[in-house]
C-alpha cells in the first residue's frame, strides 16, 4: 500500500495537530498560542504541513525576512521518521520559500543532532558557525547552516 504525502499551507485549525508533533519532537515544544501568532500575526511566517490521509504527520516554518527565509522549526512524528519524509518535507518548503522570493535559506541545528544535519547537507545545507548555547534546555550550542536557493 502506497501512502499520497500532501504538502499545503498550514491553517488555525491545524494547530492542535501541530503542537501534538512538536511535543513529540521537542525536549521545549512551542505552545498553541505561539503558532497562532505564527499564522495571525506575524507577517514573516509561511507554514507548511505535510499530510498522509488528512492527518498531519509533519510540518515546517519559517520566515522569510527580504530574500532570506529562516527555518523556525520543522518536525515529523517519530513513527515516520526515516523513511525520507523529512527530505520531502525540507525540500517543499525551499520550493514554497523560493517561490515567495527567498534566495536563501538558514537554520540553527543542535550540535550533537547528526541525523539532522545530515539531511540539511543532502540538500545543500553548509555550515556557517556557531551560536553558543542556543538551546535553553540544556545550553546545547547550535550549528547555524545555511543554502543558496
Known amino acids: 500500500m502506497t501512502m ?4 499545503r499551507l498550514m491553517k ?8 501534538e508533533i512538536e511535543k513529540q519532537a521537542f525536549a521545549t515544544p512551542w505552545s498553541k498560542e505561539a503558532f497562532y501568532n505564527e499564522l495571525t500575526a506575524n507577517q514573516f511566517s509561511t507554514y507548511l504541513v505535510m499530510e498522509i490521509e488528512e492527518q498531519i504527520i509533519g ?5 522569510i ?3 532570506e527565509a529562516h527555518i523556525t522549526n520543522i518536525a515529523i512524528l517519530p513513527k515516520y521518521r526515516g523513511k525520507g519524509l523529512g527530505y520531502a518535507l525540507l525540500k517543499a ?9 527567498a534566495l536563501s535559506m538558514t537554520l540553527e541545528v543542535r550540535t550533537s543532532n ?4 545530515s539531511l540539511y547537507k543532502k540538500l545543500g545545507f553548509e ?5 553558543k548555547n542556543y538551546y ?6 547550535a550549528l547555524v547552516m545555511w543554502v543558496k536557493l
Open 127 to 131: 555550515a556557517g558557525g556557531i551560536r
Open 114 to 117: 547528526h541525523i539532522a544535519q
Open 65 to 67: 525576512v527580504i530574500d
Open 136 to 141: 535553553s534546555d540544556n545550553n546545547e550550542d
Open 93 to 101: 518548503a525551499m520550493n514554497v520559500v523560493q517561490q515567495l522570493g
Open 59 to 63: 510540518y515546517c516554518g519559517t520566515w
Open 12 to 19: 488555525v485549525e491545524d494547530i492542535d495537530q501541530v503542537v
Open 4 to 7: 499520497t504525502v500532501k504538502f
